[in-house]
């Protein structure tokens, strides 16, 4: 759970905060939002791909098969590939809109990492803000900046029919799984526009973000082989902990809720 509060001088002025040590806190999710900058590089190792939101399509990188898992996240919190999302590299601190619908720079109450000294300060003693509170701002004002710009490409890609459905199968220990609710581009409409509708798209920005998508599809594998690992972790530690019950003479099967499955196979 989170608690985002606007930084203040009258709330954190005399506290400082910590850098996470790993990526646990973002252990949950499945997808995470991105912005057309930062597309060339997730590429090279992570799947890409777009979901709805309001009636407009984002990108987004695909970490997991099954809502609530993020397969990228190791037990021990590291992040398992070389690009590691924007949004992940601000944590604890988060931009969110005002009732005035001003952007204003906040922070995770929850998250473990404010702390009353040795870590880095929010404001310094005259009472401005700290450097590295005015670099992660500056950091998420380049984001916000480019998400503006996003949402245009992805605009025009809707309106020239290059997003479409993507229909991913899972195959687990209970049969063939459909994932929904994600979209991809659409190689063939791609290939069939005109010229003039293929210079719009080019001009926006659309085409880098359509091949970016396209050529990350490759990478959906990798979360396959990591769901595989996982699975196989979570069984072996499953029997580890019967095996164990079993010797002390005592059965319990609570540990059965870890991975919320139970196989006779």
Same mark, same amino acid.
């Not at 954190?12 to 790993?22: C, D, F, I, T, Y």
């Given at each position: 759970?989170?608690?985002?509060?606007?930084?203040? +001088?009258?709330?954190?002025? /005399?506290?400082? @905060?910590?850098?996470?040590?790993?990526?646990?806190?973002?252990?949950?999710?499945?997808? =995470?939002?991105?912005?057309?900058?930062?597309?060339?590089?997730?590429?090279? =190792?992570? *799947?890409?791909?777009f979901i709805v939101e309001g009636e407009q399509f984002l990108p987004?990188?695909?970490?997991?098969?099954? +809502?609530?898992?993020?397969?990228?996240?190791?037990?021990?919190? +590291? @992040?398992?590939?070389?690009?590691? $999302?924007? /949004?992940?590299?601000?944590?604890?601190?988060?931009?969110? $809109?005002?009732?005035?619908?001003?952007?204003?720079?906040?922070?995770?109450?929850?998250?473990?990492?404010?702390?009353?000294?040795?870590?880095? *300060?929010?404001?310094?003693?005259?009472?401005?803000?700290?450097?590295?509170?005015?670099?992660?701002?500056?950091?998420?004002?380049?984001?916000?900046?480019?998400?503006?710009?996003? +949402? !245009?490409?992805?605009?025009?890609?809707?309106?020239?029919?290059?997003?479409? $459905? @993507?229909?991913?199968?899972?195959?687990?220990?209970?049969?063939?799984?459909?994932?929904?609710?994600?979209? !991809?581009?659409?190689?063939?409409?791609?290939?069939?526009?005109?010229?003039?509708?293929?210079?719009?798209?080019?001009?926006?920005?659309?085409?880098?973000?359509?091949?970016?998508?396209?050529?990350?599809?490759?990478?959906?594998?990798?979360?396959?082989?990591?769901?595989?690992? !996982?699975?196989?972790?979570?069984?072996?530690?499953?029997?580890?902990?019967?095996?164990?019950?079993?010797?002390?003479?005592?059965?319990?099967?609570?540990?059965?809720?870890?991975?919320?499955?139970?196989?006779?196979?």
């Open positions: 759970m989170t608690d985002y509060h606007a930084i203040t +001088r009258e709330r954190h002025g /005399h506290q400082h @905060w910590l850098k996470p040590s790993g990526h646990r806190f973002a252990g949950g999710d499945a997808l =995470c939002l991105m912005v057309a900058q930062e597309l060339p590089k997730a590429m090279l =190792c992570l *799947p890409i791909g987004v990188a695909v970490q997991g098969l099954t +809502r609530g898992q993020n397969l990228l996240v190791a037990a021990d919190g +590291r @992040w398992l590939t070389s690009y590691i $999302p924007a /949004h992940y590299r601000g944590y604890p601190f988060l931009m969110a $809109p005002t009732e005035q619908g001003e952007q204003v720079l906040c922070i995770d109450e929850a998250s473990g990492l404010l702390c009353d000294s040795g870590g880095e *300060p929010f404001f310094n003693e005259d009472g401005t803000p700290a450097k590295s509170v005015l670099e992660i701002l500056a950091f998420f004002n380049q984001i916000e900046a480019n998400r503006q710009l996003t +949402r !245009r490409i992805c605009a025009v890609l809707q309106q020239h029919g290059l997003i479409q $459905p @993507w229909l991913i199968t899972v195959h687990g220990e209970q049969g063939e799984q459909q994932v929904e609710g994600l979209f !991809r581009i659409d190689e063939s409409v791609l290939n069939a526009l005109t010229a003039e509708s293929l210079s719009e798209v080019r001009t926006v920005g659309g085409l880098t973000v359509a091949y970016c998508q396209l050529l990350s599809m490759q990478h959906l594998s990798t979360l396959g082989t990591l769901a595989h690992a !996982r699975a196989h972790a979570e069984a072996e530690k499953a029997r580890l902990a019967q095996a164990s019950l079993f010797q002390s003479g005592e059965l319990h099967l609570g540990f059965m809720s870890d991975s919320g499955t139970f196989s006779f196979g």
